[in-house]
């Protein structure tokens, strides 16, 4: 009999995304069916995912769903089940996921994704007749109070299940003012120190890991990080006394999605033996962002505009780049500041820096496809996904060595090229001079053709899909169920 898990998440491809959260959400239930394990999971009533249900069935309703009227609707993620909350207060409304249409956090963020966990927790306390789950799995702080539900404030006569807490990014935790905890129809209890409690405020990210059976991370390393003050963003203390009950695994891609042999939005399709056809989607890159076309190496870079991705340090290294030779195409939005500075940059060198702000899933695919290499210089990263599509794509990863981008790129040091196993570059410390040292070690690999297609070849034949993360998560809710 398989599995039954039950996901909580704020958003999931190919319904609704704003980063790779939605990523993880959206595929793990087709990469854990092989494994034996049913996945439902459980999403918010956007706009877009209500536009997306076909002839919903209502499971459950309720006339107040921490204050606002909710009902649990049918549907399908793909393949596989889907279960919606309908709660148009909460969630039918302008703007984004989690800010309105001026940026800011939507004032009552904190009820909205309480409701989603208590209508979670009810779900999987078999409030719904007929469905039934073995394991919850919550992603996240906007699903993590669906475990503090769980063990707080259970449905009557229901049996306790085993639950992991994924943390896709630490920096985001969810945390709200004391006042709101009396809204949250919990029990006194509840407001301690090992349960919703932190630093006098409600901390939902907070109150999911002290719930869960199990903490997981999206890499090993960033599991080991947010031990540290450093990555830990004042929860290490937390991390640290959970011990083995803390464990990274590596996301994974959609490898068919991200196919250079079938993929439909590039201009060229080619494989790890027919890297010459590459040339043409470099070329077709070079047009679409205005810039001259060239011999020499074309950078890429795909990202949110931030601090924490060191792109305010790509700002600084523009000069230097172009000063080599090489050249810049960015996608991606964020920080006014650093938009400014990255603007500045590119009105210095015309037709050597081309940007693009915004974002196109379509522009990141032919990007990824005619880049030379693809700059990931992030101050700390969970996972990362740009750079496991940059190795698939022959894309050659510079990347700051932390977190999930230290596990799945393999320097080129001399060892390492030597025993024919590299995959890119790595530096440490996001600063001008590490950061401008590898794009120099980057453009010096580049104009050696057999060290620069051995590390394209390399990344090509690097297997990054769901099939080894799958089977990861499937053996931790198995350890955690004791069903094999």
Same mark, same amino acid.
């Given at each position: ?232 963003? #004042?929860?290490? %203390?937390?991390?640290?006394?959970? =011990?083995?009950?803390?464990? +990274? @695994? *590596?996301? $994974? ?69 172009? #000063?080599?030779? %090489?050249?810049?195409?960015?996608? =991606?939005?964020?920080?006014? +500041? @650093? *938009?400014? $500075? ?143």
């Amino acid at each position: 009999m398989a599995l039954a898990v039950l996901s909580i998440a704020s958003e999931a491809v190919p319904l609704i995304k704003t980063g790779g959260l939605a990523d993880v959400a959206g595929a793990l239930p087709a990469a854990l069916a092989p494994h034996g394990v049913a996945m439902t999971t459980l999403l918010p009533g956007y706009p877009a995912v209500m536009a997306a249900l076909k002839r919903p069935r209502v499971l459950h309703s309720w006339d107040s769903l921490l204050g606002q009227p909710a009902r649990l609707l049918t549907g399908k993620l793909g393949d596989n089940p889907l279960i919606v909350l309908d709660a148009p207060a909460y969630f039918d409304r302008q703007g984004g996921l989690y800010s309105d249409p001026q940026g800011r956090d939507w004032g009552d963020n904190w009820r909205r994704f309480a409701a989603l966990g208590r209508a979670a927790a009810d779900l999987a306390g078999g409030l719904v007749k007929g469905r039934r789950f073995d394991l919850v799995h919550a992603h996240d702080w906007q699903a993590a109070m669906a475990l503090a539900y769980l063990r707080f404030a259970p449905v009557k006569g229901s049996v306790p299940v085993p639950s992991v807490m994924t943390i896709h990014n630490m920096a985001f935790q969810g945390y709200y003012p004391r006042e709101t905890f009396r809204e949250l129809g919990l029990p006194r209890s509840a407001w301690s120190i090992t349960g919703v409690e932190y630093h006098g405020g409600v901390g939902m990210l907070k109150a999911g890991m002290e719930a869960a059976s199990m903490i997981t991370t999206v890499s090993p390393t960033y599991a080991e990080e947010i031990r540290s003050a450093e990555f830990g963003m #004042g929860l290490e %203390g937390l991390v640290t006394s959970r =011990g083995d009950r803390v464990r +990274g @695994i *590596v996301n $994974g891609i959609d490898s068919a999605e991200w196919n250079p042999a079938s993929d439909p939005h590039i201009a060229s399709h080619f494989t790890a033996r027919s890297l010459t056809r590459r040339a043409a989607n470099k070329r077709a890159l070079e047009a679409e962002f205005g810039l001259e076309p060239g011999d020499g190496p074309l950078f890429i870079v795909v990202s949110r505009l931030t601090w924490q991705k060191g792109m305010d340090v790509l700002v600084e290294v523009l000069d230097h780049l172009a #000063g080599i030779g %090489g050249r810049l195409a960015l996608l =991606g939005s964020g920080d006014a +500041g @650093i *938009v400014a $500075g990255l603007q500045e940059g590119a009105g210095r060198h015309p037709g050597k820096i081309g940007l693009r702000i915004g974002y196109d899933e379509a522009l990141s695919h032919r990007m990824q496809a005619g880049g030379d290499a693809i700059l990931v210089p992030s101050r700390f990263e969970p996972c990362g996904l740009t750079q496991l599509y940059g190795l698939a794509y022959g894309c050659v990863p510079v990347v700051a060595r932390t977190g999930g981008l230290a596990d799945t790129v393999i320097d080129a040091n001399l060892a390492a090229r030597s025993a024919g196993v590299a995959t890119g570059i790595q530096f440490n410390g996001v600063n001008y001079h590490a950061l401008a040292a590898a794009i120099t070690r980057a453009n010096a690999l580049y104009y050696q053709p057999d060290a620069w297609q051995a590390l394209q070849r390399n990344g090509m034949k690097s297997d990054f899909s769901w099939t080894n993360s799958g089977s990861a998560y499937a053996a931790l809710y198995r350890e955690l169920t004791g069903k094999a």
